[in-house]
Every structure is written in C-alpha cells, then in structure tokens.
C-alpha cells in the first residue's frame, strides 16, 4: 500500500486492519496507534471480543479508566476502615490504663522525697509516652487453623508427615510472633523517645528566647535538650535501618490426595463395523464404510443446526457448517469469508500467493508432438527447465491414491517455456 493511503481520511487508523494493511510506526494518528491496538487485540481475548462487537474506542478506554478508578477507590476506602479501626483500639487501650490505679512504690524501699539530691536547673516535664497498641493477631494463624482441617483429606503416611510440618512452622511462627511483638515495642519506645525529646528541645527554645538566664541554668538545660534530641535521633535512625523480621516459609501442601474412587468396569470393545472399531485403526473395508456414515451423518447434524445470522458471511460460520455458497444468506458466503481469511493468514506469515495456472491439455499435446519428434522427457524437461517428473505426471497421471489421474492445470510460466519448444531436427531415430 502506498504511502498517500495510510494517510488518508479513509484508513482505518486505530483499528487492527489498519496494523495489516501497513500503518505500524509511531506516528499513527489515532488515539492508540493501530500498533498497539494490533498488539492487545492478538493478546487480551475481551479486548477483541469488545473490538469484534464493534464497540468504538474511546468507550474502550473510558471502561478501562472507570475500572481502574473504581479499584483505587476501594483499596482507598479500605485503608481509611483500617485506620479507623486501628485509632479505636488504641483510645480503648488508653482509657482502659487510665481507669487502673497506680501502685505505691513507698514499702518497697523506694528513696524519700527529701532525701532526692536537688537539680540544678528548673526541671522542664517532658511528655508521657502513650501506651502501646494492642497486639494484632498474624495472618500466619488463621492460615494454620485452616490448613489442620486438611489431614482428614490425606493418607495416613500424608497426613502424619503434614502434621509434623504444621508443628514445626507453628514453632516457628511463635517465634517469629515474638520478635515481631519486640521489635514492634522497640520502634514504639523509640519513637515515643523522640517525640518526647522534640517537644523538651522546643519548650528550652521557647524559654532560651525570652532571654532570662537565672544563671545560666536555662541555657544549660537547653542544651542538655540538644543533647538528648540528638541521642535519641540517632536510636531512631538506627532502628529505622533495621530490617523487620520476616515469617517463616509455610510448609507446601501435599500434592496427592484421598481419593475414593470405585473399580472401573472392564472396557468393551466395539466389533467390527463401527465407527469405533474404526478410530482404533481398523482397515477393514466394513469399518471404513462405517466411518465414512458416522462422518456424513455428522456432517448433516451441523448443517442442520441453526445459525445465528450475525454468524453468516464469517469464517466462523463455514466452522459452524454453513460450507454451501448458494445457500448462506449473507452477501458473502461463509466459504468464501472462510477461503479469504485463509489467504490473508498465508500472506500475513509470508507465504507468497500461488501462481497463475493454464489449462494442461494444450501444453500435453505440445509435449507429445515432442516426443514423436524424436526428444526425450529427459531433453524436453533439460530444454524447458522443468523437472522430469513433472512432466511424467503430465502425460501418465499421478501415483499413489490418485494414481492415472492426469492434472487439469500447470503453471503458466512452465506452460510458455514447454510452448516455446521446437522439435530437433534430424532426431527422428530418437524413442522415448
């Protein structure tokens, strides 16, 4: 195709016909190139089907942008629940502490308030950490309690080999549980840490700008607030490198399992005769007779049946078994869709059309005239540049199934060379 059509107005721009009849660079001006289009029509089955329904692009794309909106929204709206409920545990751990009374360190041999040393500088009250969440239960549990239900599925030997795995990774998992747990209260105590240290270095700032000194004691215990700011930076950042503790590889489930399953009844062989004796291999000239019912009769049934008319003018309706041209109802028959896309599949992977063909009788009688002129098949397929037995075929017919059976048509361009001949002169006492 030349280059004006594929920028025409009437090209199929954005369509997979336009990737076959020859748009498939870049600078396709559709709003997907017909490359791409050509691409996900040959590799997503509901995007064709949407395509063969004839259903426009742009409402293609809508679709698919409203399906991924709407599965943003949901894992959006499921992040916000998850949140939510993690907020309400935690204001329930809290006032659960707050209503528990603090106990008395006197009789445990705690020091005396007076007998505390003084503190040089005015004490700033740092803020008290929050207390920690309530333990989340891990999903590897859940996973446990429905793989036990398993066993009653297994053999013996199965079932107790998976029963030692589970004990095994059930180990496993509590440990793994307790580290999580620590680390968990780890990042929570170091966090609490930190936030408490910002909030003392922000409150010896404020003082610190007001300009009193009382001694220097405020400009001390700013600076101790830096001090303990940065330490506690620094845990942080080192417990951030962390990695956090991975779960243990759950044991792989057994492949084979309790199957009960009844003795087969002994198979029975169809004589011979039948369809079935013929699927076998049988030669026997009842069994092909047999065979050849079975395929006509079933040949009929698919004729028979009705088929959609959004089906006629298809090759999908020459499968259906409308294989008749005068009597499919559409403009054009199914066996000539059939035959079309059938060509257009050879010429998409490469394979050149076929030759133009001639009648044989003419260019058999030509080669006779030859011979009885004294040439030989060998000189006449040397001199036409053909092959020997092709031209044995076109005097004696085909061998094998079709054997005797002489061709109705030859190549053109074989035909003119064998018409151009000229016998030999003075080769009459040549024979074939």
Known sequence: ???????????????????????????????????????????????????????????????????????????????????????????????????????????????????????????????????????????????????????????????????????????????????LTGWAADRRRRRAALRSAKLLLEQTGIALSTGISLDGAISAAADAARAEYDCALAAWEEHAASAKPEPPARPRRPRHRLVKRTPAAPRELKPHGTNACRARGCDRPECIEAGRQYHRAWVAGRQGQNIETKHHGTAYGYQLGCKDRSNCPAEISCADASLYEERRRARQAGIPEQAPRVPAEPVRERVRELMASGMTILSIAADAQVSKTGIKILLYGRSGARKGELPAAIEQAKADRIMQLKPHRGASSRTA
Not at 106 to 117: C, D, E, K
Not at 149 to 167: C, F, G, I, N, Y
Request: overall charge neutral; charged content about 30%; aromatic content about 6%.
């Open 1 to 179: 195709m030349h280059t004006i059509d594929i920028i025409g107005d009437q090209f199929p721009h954005g369509t997979p016909r336009g990737f076959t009849e020859g748009c498939r660079g870049a600078a396709c001006p559709a709003l997907i190139s017909c490359r791409d289009i050509h691409t996900r029509y040959a590799g997503d089955w509901s995007f064709k089907r949407l395509i063969d329904a004839g259903t426009p692009l742009e409402e293609i794309i809508a679709r698919e942008k409203a399906e991924r909106d709407g599965v943003r929204e949901r894992d959006r709206a499921a992040t916000h629940a998850d949140r939510h409920a993690e907020a309400r545990t935690t204001r329930t751990t809290r006032a659960r502490a707050a209503q528990r009374k603090p106990s008395s360190t006197r009789g445990r041999g705690a020091p005396h308030a007076a007998t505390l040393p003084a503190r040089a500088a005015p004490a700033l009250s740092p803020p008290v950490a929050p207390e920690s969440a309530a333990p989340r239960v891990h999903p590897g549990y859940a996973w446990l309690s429905d793989a036990e239900t398993l066993a009653a599925e297994l053999t013996v030997e199965q079932a107790a080999d998976w029963r030692r795995a589970l004990d095994e990774y059930r180990s496993a998992l509590d440990a793994h549980v307790a580290d």
